[in-house]
């Protein structure tokens, strides 16, 4: 028997899988010897990419927001900040003048603890740290319209701003191919019907997105983005034990494609060929139903017809904040209902729900899901389609699955929140 560790936010189990199976473990890259994290950081903000040093783009009246991601990624902003204020500051810009807003899309609101975590507890204690606001008219300010006639609507405190940085980490990501660049702005903190029509996209997209280089969802949301305005972002690549491997900095389409091609030496694992058994743990972004579902799109890219993937997904604060998810996920005829909706413009978050919904439930036409989890009840999961199964029933649904196929080949992903497997004959283009 060979034995493999499948990890979650608070637990790990050992699967056990028979020396005659076939099987690939998709395990991240090992980068021994990485410089500094600061010596990156302070390189990536001596040569930006696309922009002069920021230190060249504020003024000393600038009021400068400072957008960065939530609690559910992993990015380390904190050591971000220890090398960029000391810029700002040195240029002249006075400490009130600096502000930051985290890009919450449609997320919970961060608590002032996470916030510590997230940005430091001495950021938290001298500036102003706002959670974006997408629910309420009066926090938002309109700045254009979108292709579909909505009003492209942006939380006002980071609008009223002079100069706008983003902080955030490269991933893969199932509606703009990869994270970072442009998306923390737009939908990070847009209004609910423009983050609705942002995950609308990529439900009308064919097939899984995940790890496009080119995904048309987020050419649009660049070409929106100049609308708005994005100044300056620094972006990390992260090592699949969360060390960083390499920072871009710059202009918010130039260091982003820098920094996509970081990622991918990070987070790309060739896999010789398809599975027809997919094991994934949703780890590190096991939070809710919503996070979980990342760890499907890292196997259900590359899984054969007629597969089975078992998803650990602990959701360890339920369903979470999209109630209805689950009976979107289990949708017939999907983009059917996702269209009418567009056609009479019904926008907000039961749109939001479906559009991811309809997009993850496209595998159900390829494969089965088994859904593994202690957060949600089984009848909460019931209207997924997915396969409820309690977190330690693991080894006994993968021998159940198991029997089911002749020689059959087995890749299990065990960070799949954070993981791009791509059949090696791709030679890592990932166009999709």
């Known amino acids: 028997m060979k034995s493999c560790a499948i990890p979650s936010s608070h637990s790990s189990y050992a699967l056990q899988i028979p020396d005659s199976v076939r099987v690939t473990v998709a395990v991240p890259p090992h980068f021994p010897d990485l410089p500094e994290p600061g010596q990156l950081i302070r390189e990536a903000l001596d040569h930006p990419i696309g922009t002069p040093p920021i230190e060249e783009m504020v003024r000393p009246n600038s009021k400068i927001c400072i957008i960065c991601d939530d609690i559910t990624r992993?990015?380390?902003?904190?050591?971000?900040?220890?090398?960029?204020?000391?810029?700002?500051?040195?240029?002249?810009?006075?400490?009130?003048?600096?502000?930051?807003v985290i890009a919450l899309g449609s997320h919970r609101r961060m608590t002032r603890e996470e916030m510590i975590k997230k940005l430091g507890k001495r950021v938290v204690e001298e500036y102003t740290v706002l959670n974006s606001e997408f629910s309420d008219p009066s926090m938002l300010t309109q700045v254009g319209t979108s292709q579909l006639g909505t009003p492209i609507r942006v939380?006002?405190?980071a609008m009223e701003a002079d100069f706008r940085i983003?902080?955030?980490n490269i991933i893969p990501h199932g509606c703009m191919g990869w994270s970072g660049g442009a998306k923390i702005l737009?939908?990070?903190?847009?209004?609910?019907?423009?983050v609705s029509e942002f995950h609308v996209m990529q439900g009308f997209q064919d097939g899984i997105v995940y790890g496009m280089d080119e995904c048309p969802v987020r050419?649009?949301?660049?070409?929106?983005?100049?609308?708005?305005?994005?100044?300056?972002?620094?972006?990390?690549?992260l090592t699949g034990d969360f060390r960083i491997y390499r920072v871009v900095a710059g202009d918010y389409i130039q260091a982003h494609r820098a920094g996509v091609e970081n990622s991918k030496k990070t987070l790309g694992i060739p896999v010789p060929r398809k599975p027809n058994i997919v094991v994934v743990s949703s780890y590190p972004t096991d939070q809710d139903m919503w996070q979980c579902t990342k760890g499907v799109y890292a196997g259900g890219r590359i899984i054969a017809q007629g597969g089975s993937m078992i998803v650990l997904a602990p959701c360890v604060e339920g369903v979470g904040p999209h109630k209805d998810f689950p009976s979107h996920l289990g949708l017939y005829h999907g983009l059917e209902k996702l269209k009418a909706r567009i056609d009479v413009r019904e926008t907000g978050e039961e749109l939001l729900s479906m559009a991811v919904g309809v997009s993850i439930g496209k595998l159900h036409d390829i494969c089965t899901i088994h859904w593994l989890t202690n957060g949600c009840t089984e009848e909460e999961i019931r209207p997924s389609r997915f396969v409820w199964h309690r977190e330690e029933e693991i080894q006994t649904v993968f021998d159940q699955v198991l029997a089911q196929y002749q020689e059959p080949e087995v890749l299990i992903i065990p960070v799949g929140g954070e993981s791009f497997p791509y059949l090696a004959d791709e030679k890592c283009n990932m166009g999709g």
Do not use: C
């Open 166 to 168: 983003a902080i955030g």
């Open 219 to 237: 050419l649009a949301v660049e070409e929106w983005t100049q609308k708005i305005g994005l100044h300056f972002i620094i972006n990390m690549a």
């Open 186 to 194: 737009y939908p990070g903190i847009t209004s609910e019907d423009i």
């Open 74 to 100: 992993p990015t380390p902003v904190w050591l971000i900040l220890e090398h960029l204020l000391p810029r700002l500051l040195a240029a002249g810009v006075p400490k009130e003048n600096i502000f930051f």
């Open 155 to 157: 939380f006002k405190p």
